[in-house]
């Protein structure tokens, strides 16, 4: 887990150790990340984590997902984001960014004024209506979009990644990952139907991505998709070896054995990384075998600023004892449940 990594032969890793994307609504009231957000990256780098990934970062003012979620579309964010990657280049670590339209998934209520004051609609693949709970909002608000844009002209979804790739690239970015998902994409054209036009849209956000950064810098997930982006050498393909909270993976299903071949064979200049509550026992298993080239771990990193210091020592990672306001919110102050956590003791 400790062994250096070098990420498509350009990108050093001192180890193995990847702190996951995860929203954490701690921006400033302009989307834009303050002193709470350059504090919560610096610490888990001076603490050693070997790459860390932001949470999704929106490319444009219709997919700006919550309040105060980080965007990504013009110099001022660029700046803003330019003080996180410094500190972190500053304490050695490498940090990507995640780049993410959520499409659909936008709660559809005043409480979005970025979206709101942009006059843009909601543009999404299909008009499929985002449904399951997947917002945070008070009581009486609707909270599932129903207003959905079908977009006519993907090619300027893929200009708006453009931009927000190259402003990272200002940003001091090392990086680019990309999130992709397709249960929303029901479309006849040829960004629909079969395996190669539904994902004809990602790759060609990863080729245009490829005009801005070099191939080790980037990053996305299956049967089809994951050999095309080992072709074009993707930096890594980060695998969930669970399903989410509310989706369960099929019995016997385990994406790890069905995908992790497609990444890892001779040849292969594209690294593998699995995610999703794994134990550090779990880790040092896969990463001992080589089944996997890096370990990404998530929420334990929200409550163990030194998680990686804690594995060195094999001291037990510290626990969430606060509910779950610590992921969802509300927060009185940006540092609740954020930078306010101890740390271990050492003898």
């Known amino acids: 887990m400790f062994k250096p990594y070098s990420l498509g032969g350009s990108i050093s890793l001192r180890n193995r150790i990847v702190m996951q ?94 979206l709101k004051e942009s006059g843009y609609p909601i543009w999404a693949p299909s008009s499929i209506p985002a449904t399951g709970g997947k917002y945070r909002e008070p009581p009486g608000i609707v909270d599932h979009t129903i ?36 249960c929303s994409n029901h479309r006849t054209d040829k960004y629909g139907g079969s395996t190669e036009n539904r994902c004809r849209f990602v790759l060609e956000v990863v080729d245009t991505i490829l005009e801005v950064w070099d191939p080790s810098a980037l990053s996305e997930t299956y049967n089809y998709l994951i050999p095309q982006l080992v072709s074009r050498n993707f ?13 369960e993976l099929p019995a016997g299903f385990g994406p790890l054995d069905e995908f992790g071949p497609l990444v890892k064979f001779p040849g292969s200049h594209t690294a593998l990384m699995v995610n999703h509550e794994n134990t550090v026992g779990e880790a040092e298993v896969l990463l001992q075998a080589d089944k996997i080239d890096l370990i990404g771990f998530g929420r334990p990193f929200i409550h163990n600023s030194d998680l990686v210091t804690r594995i060195l020592r094999d001291i037990p990672l510290a626990l969430n004892d606060r509910g779950g306001i610590v992921y969802y919110g509300p927060y009185q102050q940006s540092s609740d449940g954020y930078n306010d956590w101890s740390v271990a003791t050492h003898a």
């Open 21 to 114: 994307s995860m929203t954490r609504n701690r921006c400033n009231e302009d989307n834009m990340p303050g002193e709470a957000v350059v504090q919560h990256y610096a610490e888990r780098a001076r603490d050693g984590a070997g790459l860390i990934i932001t949470e999704g970062t929106f490319i444009w003012l219709n997919g700006s997902q919550w309040l105060h979620t980080p965007v990504m579309f013009n110099e001022s964010h660029a700046r803003a984001w330019h003080r996180v990657t410094d500190a972190v280049h500053e304490e050695g670590g490498k940090i990507f960014m995640q780049a993410w339209h959520p499409g659909a998934f936008l709660p559809q209520n005043e409480n979005m004024p970025l």
């Open 147 to 182: 207003n959905i844009t079908v977009i006519t002209k993907p090619e300027e979804i893929i200009e708006h990644f453009r931009n927000s790739v190259n402003l990272a690239n200002q940003a001091g970015f090392d990086g680019i990952e990309i999130l992709a998902q397709g």
């Open 235 to 247: 930096g890594y393909v980060n695998i969930s070896r669970r399903g989410s909270e509310v989706n």
